[in-house]
């Protein structure tokens, strides 16, 4: 089993980048999609970016162009750089194996807080 850490979370102002950091521990990390994940306050958590082992990417529409999901599968990390924020994304990001659009199941870590201000 996989367990994740996520961290770099922050309070910018719109326009401004972050760059979010998930680490892995646990076996067979090399044989899963990783998800970066998001909820923000009385909505449901949903898919922003996904990444294979080999590196092939998928986007939320509304972080295409914006967003880059990148992978370390040495290092066992899978990052987010975040760049032209908008207060839109603020929220909790996680990050887990692949869950679907919604991101189900309940073994999830404690996130980090992404705050952008307008």
């Known amino acids: 089993q996989v367990q994740f850490v996520e961290s770099g979370g922050g309070s910018v102002q719109s326009g401004g980048s972050l760059r979010l950091s998930c680490a892995a521990s646990?076996?067979?990390?090399?044989?899963?999609?990783i998800g970066w994940y998001r909820q923000a306050p009385g909505k449901q958590r949903e898919l922003v970016a996904d990444?294979?082992?080999?590196?092939?990417?998928n986007y939320v529409d509304s972080a295409k162009g914006r967003f880059t999901i990148s992978r370390d599968n040495v290092k066992n990390t899978v990052d987010l750089q975040m760049n032209s924020l908008k207060p839109e994304d603020t929220a909790v990001y996680f990050c887990?194996?692949?869950?679907?659009?919604?991101?189900?199941?309940?073994?999830w870590g404690q996130g980090t807080q992404v705050t952008v201000s307008s």
């Open positions: 646990g076996s067979g990390f090399r044989y899963f999609v």
């Open positions: 990444i294979s082992y080999g590196g092939a990417s």
């Open positions: 887990n194996t692949y869950r679907g659009v919604v991101g189900t199941g309940d073994d």
